[in-house]
């Protein structure tokens, strides 16, 4: 996959502002951002479902804006609300899809077997789809949007609303796929599921802010020391720190605060004192690894700070 400047702008509004990127064969490509940063925009640029306002989409080598139609045979779509139909049985669901992806009939018992092993569902082939949890319509979903062995399969915030133990489950089905050579496009605003990406492009008010894998975009934030703060008045503590020195930033987490400070050993001794003079209680002050959300956090305050 190859993306050159991409724009798409409705009126003057810019969903997707100026991106560009490359996605490698079997790779599993997380794209990370809030709701409303552009993310399902892009996928669907990129599916053929939209025409770009303007720079340049390869998907298998071929330009979604010239054969829309032939990326939509060549890829696989899964979009974050639940697409099948409720009143037809799991293997209805899947005899449907295998009509309106051309699987050739004689390859079509074969891979809804395929799909139905895959997705585990093979006890379930007679059940009604309604009566399926949210994470059995998942992978019904993910098995329907693979049966015409797309090479490149766009998975758009696919686990949203789904319960934790059934997304670590469907992300064991996406490292199946990707080991199996197909290549993954997922976007999510789940900060722990873009850990299981090879690589990730946080995505913010439709600009590319930071993309790399994982752990390189951590150590971004390696610069500094970041420290986990509980009190007994967070917001308080907050107030208290913005403007102390050495502390560099102050972010919500959780139910405490992540202080971002130039020297650990100041901060241990700074920090306590700079609450004491205001009567709040420390609870917790602790160095700790950044995670993928201190880095999200820390890219849009950048942008923020450019903008101003």
Same mark, same amino acid.
């Given at each position: 996959? &190859?993306?050159?400047?991409?724009?798409?702008?409705?009126?003057?509004?810019?969903? =997707?502002?100026?991106?560009?990127?490359? =996605?490698?064969?079997?790779?599993?490509?997380? %794209?990370?951002?809030? /709701?409303?940063?552009?993310?399902?925009?892009?996928?669907?640029?990129?599916?053929?479902? +939209?025409?770009?306002?303007?720079?340049?989409? +390869?998907?298998?080598?071929?330009?979604?804006?010239?054969?829309? @139609? &032939?990326?939509?045979? /060549?890829?696989?779509?899964?979009?974050?609300?639940?697409?099948?139909?409720?009143?037809?049985?799991?293997?209805?669901?899947?005899?449907? %899809? *295998?009509?309106?992806?051309?699987?050739?009939?004689?390859?079509?018992?074969?891979?809804?077997?395929?799909?139905?092993?895959?997705?585990?569902?093979?006890?379930?082939?007679?059940?009604?789809?309604?009566?399926?949890?949210?994470?059995?319509?998942?992978?019904?979903?993910?098995?329907?949007?693979?049966?015409?062995?797309?090479?490149?399969?766009?998975? #758009? @915030?696919?686990?949203?609303?789904? #319960?934790?133990?059934?997304?670590?489950?469907?992300?064991?089905?996406?490292?199946?796929?990707?080991?199996?050579?197909?290549?993954? %496009?997922?976007?999510?605003?789940?900060?722990? @599921?873009? @850990?299981?990406?090879?690589?990730?492009?946080?995505?913010?008010?439709?600009?590319?802010? $930071?993309? #790399?894998?994982?752990?390189?975009?951590?150590?971004?934030?390696?610069?500094?020391? +970041?420290? /986990?703060?509980?009190?007994?008045?967070?917001?308080? *503590?907050?107030?208290?720190?913005?403007?102390?020195?050495?502390? +560099?930033?102050?972010?919500?987490?959780?139910?405490?605060?992540?202080?971002?400070?130039?020297?650990?050993? #100041?901060?241990?001794?700074?920090?306590?004192?700079?609450?004491? $003079?205001? /009567?709040?209680?420390?609870?917790?002050?602790?160095?700790?690894?950044?995670?993928?959300?201190?880095?999200?956090?820390?890219?849009?305050?950048?942008?923020?700070?450019?903008?101003?």
């Amino acid at each position: 996959m &190859e993306i050159e400047n991409l724009r798409k702008c409705f009126g003057d509004f810019c969903a =997707v502002d100026d991106i560009s990127l490359q =996605v490698r064969r079997g790779e599993i490509f997380g %794209f990370l951002g809030p /709701n409303g940063a552009g993310k399902s925009t892009t996928i669907r640029i990129l599916c053929g479902l +939209l025409k770009p306002s303007g720079g340049r989409a +390869l998907v298998g080598g071929l330009d979604v804006a010239a054969v829309p @139609e &032939e990326v939509r045979k /060549n890829v696989g779509y899964m979009s974050q609300k639940f697409s099948l139909y409720d009143d037809l049985t799991v293997e209805e669901n899947i005899d449907f %899809f *295998s009509g309106i992806y051309r699987v050739p009939r004689s390859l079509r018992r074969e891979r809804k077997d395929h799909a139905l092993r895959m997705a585990g569902l093979e006890e379930r082939r007679s059940a009604l789809t309604r009566t399926l949890s949210g994470g059995w319509k998942q992978r019904l979903a993910l098995g329907c949007a693979i049966l015409h062995r797309p090479p490149v399969l766009f998975l #758009d @915030e696919p686990t949203s609303g789904v #319960d934790p133990i059934a997304r670590r489950e469907f992300w064991a089905l996406i490292y199946q796929l990707s080991d199996a050579g197909h290549t993954v %496009f997922v976007s999510t605003h789940y900060m722990d @599921e873009a @850990e299981y990406c090879h690589r990730l492009a946080l995505m913010y008010r439709g600009k590319i802010v $930071a993309l #790399d894998a994982p752990a390189a975009l951590k150590s971004m934030l390696q610069s500094h020391t +970041l420290m /986990n703060l509980e009190s007994s008045d967070p917001l308080g *503590s907050m107030r208290a720190l913005e403007k102390e020195p050495g502390i +560099l930033d102050v972010a919500v987490f959780g139910g405490g605060l992540h202080v971002t400070v130039v020297n650990p050993e #100041d901060a241990a001794s700074s920090i306590p004192r700079a609450l004491a $003079a205001r /009567n709040i209680r420390i609870r917790t002050l602790q160095i700790i690894p950044p995670s993928m959300e201190d880095v999200f956090v820390a890219c849009i305050e950048r942008e923020e700070r450019l903008a101003s």
